[in-house]
């Protein structure tokens, strides 16, 4: 398995642009989890999806923030307007129910927004 | 408010000695305990876990230490080495398929 598979590695955009960010998990997962990285508040959960619907998206930050799981083996986060407060590396991680040793992390994707 | 909390945001040590990185909590519904590692330019990989049940979990050179009554745990690197030099970050869950991290903890191992 390639494990779990982060595009765009990096993106660099202006501020009120748009960002979406992509990710394909581990198949057979049934969980999904969208993580923010800062040097502030480490790995920040965003929001999290069981079997493509989603449990928990108390860690979005605000509304410009959205996330979409349209079928098992792909996931969405989208910034809209992107400011320079969001930069920051995002991971995706999936993982099957009950196994949080088996939780696995995508490379992660650095944007960075001027 | 982070439940999860990584007080050394720094850690160095020599090759062959004792790395020992802390982390305390606050949930007491917490009930699993992870230690992730991550490199730069990588995603953080799973290293070792505890259950609230145990106080000690060894693997290899890597042992974590729970101490409930203190919300604490803590991990210990023997010996250590310079492919250990990370950021390691601590994980708590309540059984709800969702896990809480600290900040991290950058260790640098000096040869």
């Known amino acids: 398995d390639a494990g779990v598979i982060q595009s765009p590695r990096h993106e660099v955009t202006e501020m009120g642009q748009e960002v979406t960010l992509r990710c394909k998990p581990i198949?057979?997962?049934?969980?999904l989890f969208w993580y923010r990285q800062t040097m502030m508040r480490g790995l920040e959960l965003l929001i999290y999806?069981?079997?493509?619907?989603?449990?928990?998206d108390s860690g979005m930050p605000e509304d410009r923030f959205s996330a979409k799981m349209p079928n098992a083996s792909f996931s969405t986060l989208k910034i809209q307007p992107s400011e320079p407060r969001d930069s920051a590396v995002y991971f995706c991680?999936?993982?099957?129910?009950?196994?949080?040793?088996?939780?696995?992390f995508g490379p992660g994707t650095r944007l960075t927004v001027l | 408010d982070q439940q999860v909390k990584q007080n050394s945001p720094s850690l160095s040590v020599q090759e062959g000695r004792i790395s020992i990185l802390n982390c305390d909590y606050t949930?007491?519904?917490?009930?699993?305990f992870l230690w992730y590692k991550k490199y730069p330019a990588e995603g953080p990989t799973f290293l070792i876990s505890?259950?609230?049940?145990?106080d000690k979990n060894e693997d290899g050179r890597f042992t974590v230490f729970l101490n409930k009554s203190a919300k604490h745990l803590s991990l210990h690197i023997v010996p250590s080495q310079p492919g250990d030099s990370a950021v390691y970050f601590c994980?708590?869950?309540?059984?709800?398929?969702?896990?809480?991290f600290g900040t991290g903890t950058r260790l640098t191992v000096i040869p």
């Open positions: 991680a999936s993982r099957t129910s009950g196994r949080a040793d088996e939780q696995f």
């Open positions: 198949s057979g997962h049934d969980y």
């Open positions: 999806f069981n079997n493509n619907v989603p449990i928990d």
């Open positions: 949930n007491s519904m917490f009930d699993y």
């Open positions: 505890i259950s609230s049940i145990k």
């Open positions: 994980a708590a869950e309540t059984g709800a398929n969702n896990l809480f």
